[in-house]
């Protein structure tokens, strides 16, 4: 009888990599989930079939020692990862991460256009949503706020979420309540004395659906188009979702756990 597949999901912050764990581990594969990337434990590795890297930035160590110890590895590119390597210009740090481009025995994608960024083809699989959590009947809360805006700190991080447009949209609509918030990897950490403006760090992923649900719209802008989770996550909590300034209505089908475990097992199946 042949033995489960061994799979390390490799990733910082929550919920995209511990979430895939958790996703594969019920299909039957052994998954687990680090988020210990600074230095890669070989013997940890040793145990694997699989290295599953999410985020080029911080699982590429993984990558490269995955590849030494002769196991197989996937790599999954988000928005600010394809866009983040398109604009690299040091030529060493390019040839660090075409290397580790090169070492990956595959690579997904969460949008089509990201391909063109990294000109590594691959597979086109945007992260699932947890089904249990984000869906409109399951938390039942009047919206107080109207506006939630994602804009992580960080100088990079202003320019490419658009805080100014943000913080403008405020002055410019003092009678809507605008929440801006950041992520667990990037909190957002903005002082204003703008008095319809509030910022929150970030919250847990299990207390986002109430989040969500405190507010009218979610509204998007970057400069670096991807597929963000945030936008279908509200639209499964009842939100009006604006995108880089187009409203959105469809979710994809991969969002769901399920056929999202269908399309990664057959990826992954390509590696065995």
Known sequence: MR???????????????????EILAETGVHAEWTDRVKFPDPFLIRRFDVVYGIYLQTCSRYILVARLLGRKTLLH???????WLARERSFWRQAYWSLVLVLSNAVLYVSPHLEQLTRRKGFI??????????TEA?????PDRDVLYYCPSGSVNEKIYRLSWILEYARM????KITIIGNIAHPAH??????????????DRFEMPSLYKRHKRLIRMTTEDGLP???HEALRCGLTVVFNGKEVSDIPRER???????HILRVLRTLR
């Open 3 to 21: 033995r489960p597949l061994r799979v390390l999901v490799v990733g910082v912050g929550s919920p995209n990599a511990d979430l895939v764990a």
């Open 77 to 83: 590119f988000v928005g600010s990862d394809a866009y």
């Open 125 to 134: 699989l945007p992260f699932p949503i947890s089904g249990e959590y984000f």
């Open 138 to 142: 399951k938390v039942d809360i009047v």
């Open 173 to 176: 609509h003092q009678d809507e």
């Open 190 to 203: 903005y002082k204003t004395n703008l008095p319809n403006v509030k910022v929150i760090p970030y919250v």
């Open 229 to 231: 989770r945030m936008v």
């Open 256 to 262: 769901d756990p399920e056929l999202f475990a269908c």
